[in-house]
């Protein structure tokens, strides 16, 4: 039956899980040296198919053939036999050994029992030299960027002789540069025969560098497409099943008065400048404000700032009342709202189920709770309504543990929680990082809705197709300080790109 | 409704498997060491293995009060123990909270200044409020200062036993027993009449105390607002930050619950009419370590921590009746650890049991 030109091929594989079939007889037949892209919404069985193909769950059903042999894949070590590598949606590190550390771990090589740490270094420097990927391998985990972690991930692949390579959503948590970069790397790769699934939201980046594209809906194979030939649009329509519009509607803001002000905001922190420098601005009612800038340029601890997660110098003000020095709870109970970036680290608490999730802030006040007893009907009443308006799956509904949930429908929780809040100001950090299109559009449609209702909206994204859509107006952070006060419509994306790069600075903004 | 059944047993299922696996090892050690003792015989190791089985039934009534009796201060500890851990934080000084809960107990009851009902009330409050500040510094130094709670814990265990020692010598001390002085009956806990009911036992109010200590704690965290904050901050302290939750505050309060359990665990050992005294040794009262064994068989579940502290008397009793039949007490200890020892196993059944369900439609 097969004829060998596969270097992966799953055929008819199913999945159940409590409540759901994650994937319900699903193909997938990867030739090797190509790219090969897995599409599909939130919850769509992405992330489960390819956990199947790494070990890590046994499916009911179907058979796999590794370079056209029958394999049974019992777990990851097997998986690494075979020379299959996967980056998972969710990074698996450990946040206090090196950048080596991390890529030996679990390949040791030792002499007499002894790790033989040099004979590990060489290969991986050889690595790190050969694909250019310009890392500190004696660097912690946790004092590294996103970005760089990933690369740590794929050193990991490379370093076990890993020739499938699988990288789940790799490119949700990178800047527009890390972006460009990562797709080098993959071309990289497969120019040297390797073969890579590539899970991604984002169609552009498909029609970048995948050569074919498998699509999912609900955990259903729907095609699988060749993508030369195929539109962005075609693309969007079979995986959602309707067509999704990519320009945002919205009518011109009508701001009214200042909802949030900042005065000479700074953060400290130990051992550095201010990482946020003396930033003053405003956020009125009724607009949505965008801070543009490349990652790590004082953007998320400004956004801890406001919300009260770190402690700043400076005023902010909410409607007035200067609430710097106050707690996250009373900042909250004055209308704030924050769409974290994080959303493990802050948005959920993962072991806790999703209906407990939708009252994470709330669950105090008296709606859900009387004489410090929780009211179970009023929470799961309140989540039922919230999945359903903000389409949210999982497999049991209100009671399904969060951990559970694909990571789309996870930051969906988030979303639904932060913006029926109905906030008087808005914190939205990468609102939309791992959503499907479709998914996407609804977001924005509620983010514009917010302001129409005169919300004050300040979204953080890396993505200036966001920016550019959304914002009403445009700030631009460049090491912790606001460097232009944009016009989106009467700015391009270069000008905004020289803006970020801090080559130039806006009117007003003068050093 | 079968849901509910189906969840029950997912929930009870790794506990009994433990279980069965460590009975499994003890039965293979009786056979075993039975065969080797040229003095036992095929009956004595018959009957030996009776009489692990019936444990706390092995004399009926009065045996069984027995065994509530002693099943009663490590309920609390696994209670003080499994709480703690549902809210992230391991409460490895259990033992030192009990050593000085008993202290302010045995303190209160002789020299309170109500002889009589109101003394032993009054006693168990200190108990509870002694252990609360023992465990509050431990919970301070890791709210504020980052240090991580089992060292802290290890270390307030020594610094109290000593202390109570200390305390012992000057107050309330008999010289010619080594030990505290007997605490006046007038002051020890009532036995509500369970002494005509299970002949020959100690048992007394303290056993239903610590009952509902358990039903209390396990409303408290699944119930309330209070439950919901602690545990998110046991999950994740950064989520509950961001949440608006004061996590440093909970951690202290966390701390100080558990504390209080493990005081109030020491007030009811040395309260008893039995006469329980604290001698002046330097061993740390194990009733606290045992907790941590009896918190683990129950997955930390307040309820289940009933059931597991009783098992685990249950055991100790049934190993005390096979000395009967010439088992060595050595061989009986070596059974009650290696099947403690299993219940360490549970772990890794929870995960075998959520791995077939997973698979499974
Ligand atoms: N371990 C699990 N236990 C129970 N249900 C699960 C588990 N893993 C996944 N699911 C369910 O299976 C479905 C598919 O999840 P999966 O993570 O594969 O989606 P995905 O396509 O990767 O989505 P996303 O784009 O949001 O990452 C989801 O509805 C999810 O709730
Ligand atoms: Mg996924």
Redesign the interface.
Known sequence: MSSGQYVIEMNQISK???GIIANDKVDLKVKKGEIHALLGENGAGKSTLMSILFGM??P?EGEILINGKKVNITNPNVANDLGIGMVHQHFKLVHNFTVLQNIILGAEDSKFGVLDMSKARKKVADLVAHYKLNIDLDEKIENITVGMQQRVEILKMLYRDNDILIFDEPTAVLTVQEIGELMKIMKALIAEGKSIVFITHKLNEIKEVADRCTILRKGKFIDCVDVKVTSTQELSRLMVGRDVKFEVDKEIAQPKEVALQLKNVSVLKAGHKNVVNEVSFDVKKGEIVCLAGIDGNGQTELIYAI?G?VPSKGEILINGQDVSKL???K??ELGLA?I?EDRH????????SLE?NTV??D??RSQ??SN???KFDEIRKNSDKLIEKFDIRSGQGSPTISRSMSGGNQQKVILAREISSNPEVLLAVQPTRGLDVGAIEYVHKQIIEQRDKGCAVLVVSLELDEVMNLSDRILVIYEGEIVADLDPKQTTREELGIYMTGAKRGVGYEK | MKNKITQLFKNVAPSLMSIGLGLLFGVVIIVVSGMFNERQTYEDIWYGLNSLVLGMLNDGLPSLGTGLFRATPIILTGVSVAFAFRTGLFNIGASGQFTVGGFAAIFVAIKGPFPGIGNWILAVISAMLAGALWAAVVGLLKAYRNVNEVISSIMMNYIGMYLVQYAVINTVFDYVKNQTVPVPIVSTTPTLGLTSIFPNSSVDIGFFIAVIAAIIIHILLNKTTFGFELKACGFNQHASKYAGINSKRNIVISMMIAGALAGLSGALVYLSASGNHIEIVDVLATEGFTGISVALLALSNPLGVIFSGLFIVHLQLGGFYMQAQKFAPQVVEIILSAIIYFSAFIVFFKEFINKKKGGKK
């Open positions: 159940f899980f409590p769950y046994q009911e919300s997660l707690s996250v709870r900042r909250n924050h974290p680290k802050h948005g959920l608490v993962l072991e806790y407990y994470l802030k669950y105090y859900y709770q410090g007893f929780l």
